[in-house]
């Protein structure tokens, strides 16, 4: 854990506020996250069309020469409200910096200034990491698994009947939004496991320890996440082992700096 010192003790005492302020600077936050998000929806709902254009890039591709290299719509309202569930997910995404900087002056005069130092890193590597988990499914997974599925049309025949794909436009939506945010969220693991070591709840010597567990779990959740083929389940299963090892690293360096302060506080004190 990070001490404070005399001059953060200060400090802090120097922000304090009654309830009803705290309550007034959260509602400001809030009005202001809400009027972000509201006007990015509206931008992104004018480029909807586009923006749902490029996520069905993949699949164009798969389809392309094929006589059902189109999308579907069953329902009268079905495109529209596709549309604005684009605009809603694109609007979140270009909101967020925003948001976040609204949550973090929220939360920002309730720490120390050592705090406020050591979650920062962790602020800006969450977007990046999520950012390199939604473009690695939609790069490199998405396609695999658009190919998998795709393979399993089979033509028509005397006497039998031909199964052929009709993708609907919301269903493709739900698959690649629920692809893209559970890629990015599983790509947090090493900001998660380095904040915990560095809150003192983990060492780099328990991590170590479970290190078989953990890397059978990482495969079985690569599993459940990805189609049911081998080179799709390793293409999830091999990063994610990778960010546990960087994980450990990160949770040790931190680990050496805080036995240098240590030794560095007890020899001056000395």
Not at 79 to 89: A, D, E, I, N, P
Request: hydrophobic content about 55%; charged content about 10%.
């Amino acid at each position: 854990m990070i001490a404070p010192t005399p001059d953060d003790e200060v400090a802090m005492d120097a922000t304090r506020a009654p309830l009803m302020d705290h309550l007034i600077e959260l509602r400001k936050r809030l009005i202001w996250s809400i009027i972000t998000f509201i006007v990015c929806f509206l931008i992104s709902f004018v480029f909807a069309k586009p923006i749902y254009g490029f996520l069905t890039q993949p699949l164009a591709a798969a389809l392309q020469g094929q006589p059902n290299d189109h999308l579907i719509y069953t329902a009268l309202y079905e495109t529209f409200f596709t549309y604005v569930k684009v605009g809603m997910f694109a609007g979140l995404c270009l909101a967020f910096p925003i948001i976040a900087a609204q949550i973090w002056l929220f939360v920002a005069p309730g720490l120390y200034k050592q705090e406020r130092r050591a979650f920062l890193p962790f602020l800006i590597a969450s977007p990046i990491l999520f950012i390199v988990g939604a473009s690695f499914v939609f790069f490199i997974m998405l396609p695999f698994a658009i190919h998998f599925f795709v393979g399993y049309e089979t033509p028509g025949g005397a006497g039998t009947l031909g199964i052929q794909l009709q993708a609907k436009v919301s269903e493709y939506l739900d698959f690649v939004m629920t692809l893209i945010v559970a890629f990015g969220l599983t790509f947090q693991m090493p900001v998660l496991i380095t904040l915990l070591g560095r809150v003192g709840l983990v060492t780099s010597a328990q991590l170590r320890s479970v290190q078989r567990y953990a890397i059978v779990g990482i495969f079985a959740l690569a599993a459940l996440f990805t189609p049911p083929d081998v080179i799709s389940m390793l293409s999830l299963a091999v990063p994610l082992v990778a960010l546990y090892e960087i994980s450990i690293w990160c949770v040790k360096l931190i680990e050496r700096n805080r036995a240098r302060a240590a030794a560095a506080a007890s020899s001056a004190s000395t």
